[in-house]
T-cell receptor, first 114, second 109 residues
Framework: DAGVTQSPTHLIKTRGQQVTLRCSPI?????VSWYQQVLGQGPQFIFQ???????GRGNFPDRFSARQFPNYSSELNVNALLLGDSALYLC?????????????FGPGTRLLVL | DAKTTQPNSMESNEEEPVHLPCNHS???????IHWYRQLPSQGPEYVIH???SNVNNRMASLAIAEDRKSSTLILHRATLRDAAVYYC??????????FGTGTSLTVIP
């Protein structure tokens, strides 16, 4: 079975632009979460979606938004990019939403903002 | 706020046990403890998780202190493939992971 897939793998944008990152969860998984990992740090929780509804949001500005589609894939959008948005963006999926569920991470999209 | 505290780096000799510590003094009763590891240019990989009792799986063991304010990941026989950054994570709500800064493990042949 395919794992979590993310596209694109790498992306270069300039300040002020907008970006859309995509994630396909493992088949049958209904929960998708997004994380931002700045170089040298641990991943930070951005969003959580389950059954197409937002179920959790981390401490990120409104420039960050996301959605989940009927096939459970997800997009993360970031508007008005800042240099500090340069990071590895990770998507993780789990079978259901619940305590103690294992999350499976994709390889990430590396975003560079110039 | 750092919810977990880990040493920045540790070294181990190959085929010897490794004990990776983590402090999570603000943990509450329903917070699960997860451990993941990450290789360069890859996403984090699941290692083990637990709530109150010690846990064992084919990869590792997780020892949780009685007051749950600390835990230790135990790799029974380190191999070169175990060299990675190990993250101790608190799950503060269903599926919402809060990562620490991680411990970079070096395995010496």
């Amino acid at each position: 079975d395919a794992g979590v897939t993310q596209s694109p793998t790498h992306l270069i944008k300039t300040r002020g632009q907008q970006v859309t990152l995509r994630c396909s969860p493992i088949s049958g998984h209904k929960s998708v979460s997004w994380y931002q990992q700045v170089l040298g740090q641990g991943p930070q929780f951005i969003f959580q979606y389950y059954e197409k509804e937002e179920r959790g949001r981390g401490n990120f500005p409104d420039r960050f938004s996301a959605r989940q589609f009927p096939n459970y894939s997800s997009e993360l959008n970031v508007n008005a990019l800042l240099l500090g948005d340069s990071a590895l963006y990770l998507c993780a999926s789990s079978l259901v939403l619940g305590w103690g569920e294992t999350q499976y991470f994709g390889p990430g999209t590396r975003l560079l903002v110039l | 706020d750092a919810k977990t505290t880990q040493p920045n780096s540790m070294e181990s000799n190959e085929e010897e046990p490794v004990h990776l510590p983590c402090n999570h003094s603000t943990i509450s009763g329903t917070d699960y403890i997860h451990w993941y590891r990450q290789l360069p240019s890859q996403g984090p990989e699941y290692v083990i998780h637990g709530l109150t009792s010690n846990v064992n799986n084919r990869m590792a063991s997780l020892a949780i202190a009685e007051d749950r304010k600390s835990s230790t990941l135990i790799l029974h026989r380190a191999t070169l493939r175990d060299a990675a950054v190990y993250y101790c994570i608190l799950e503060l709500a269903g599926n919402q992971f809060y990562f620490g800064t991680g411990t970079s493990l070096t395995v010496i042949p």
